[in-house]
């Protein structure tokens, strides 16, 4: 067995030990708003022009203010999106259905787009994404059958994979707040804080939310979780505060 599948073997361990030891404490919504915006996948907050760009499964981009009203809009044809991360400079949105992150400037023009391949369906591709700044890496993971995890240096290689299966059902959902990874299950009705230089499993918290399929945190620490069917979003009090 070689160091790196040592290495693999003893995360995984870790990940199943610390997950299955962890008490999980419920979180109550303080409200919950109706959207217009169909099938919200992913939600991320831009800390730059205090907003929040969601993406819709109809390839759609949305950028809306606290209240969720819609500021601007951009679409791109044949593209299912699952995942949207900012960073203050750009927008990337991801493609499930081709592996595709499109990346967008402050005015929402689209330029560029990088191809991530993955084998196996169409709709079994990325369905989380954010930037881990503990390892400076972009991070994309699948949502299950299996569970990985990918992180990714600055042209979108892929430089190391994790499998995650032990942690949940599936993952719908990811981002990075107060320096930590967070993760979302939809099957699972669970929000997962994790380290993110070990992906050690520090905290876990159940929501009483259908079909929870994307987090962000705003400015004054606010959880606010998209929900696809519903077409909804739900608002919980900063769970680290529980």
Known sequence: MT???????AVLLLLGMTASAQKII????????A????????????P??????????????????HDQKIIRKVAEKDADFEAVYADGQ????????????YRYDETLKRIGIANVPFAGGRNRGYEATTFNKSKNSF????????????????????TNQIDLSRLARDISGATYYNDFLWLLSDESMRLIKLNPATYEVLGQWSL?????????????????????DMQRIYYFNNPEKN
């Not at 160091?3 to 073997?9: D, F, P, Q, V």
């Not at 730059?48 to 203010?65: A, C, H, M, P, R």
């Not at 009483?208 to 696809?228: M, Q, R, S, Y």
């Open 3 to 9: 160091k790196k599948t040592l290495c693999a073997a």
């Open 26 to 33: 419920k979180l109550k919504p303080q409200k919950s708003i």
């Open 35 to 46: 959207i217009a915006i169909p099938e919200p996948s992913d939600i991320c907050y831009n």
């Open 48 to 65: 730059k022009t205090d907003t929040f760009f969601i993406v819709s499964d109809n390839g759609i981009l949305f950028e809306t203010d």
């Open 90 to 101: 750009f927008i990337y949105a991801v493609d499930e259905t081709h592996r595709n992150i």
């Open 139 to 158: 991070l994309l993971f699948t949502e299950k059958d299996p569970i990985t995890l990918f992180e990714l240096d600055a042209n979108f290689k892929i």
């Open 208 to 228: 009483p939310v259908i079909n929870p399929e994307g987090i962000a945190f705003d400015k004054d620490g606010t959880l606010l979780v998209t929900c696809d």
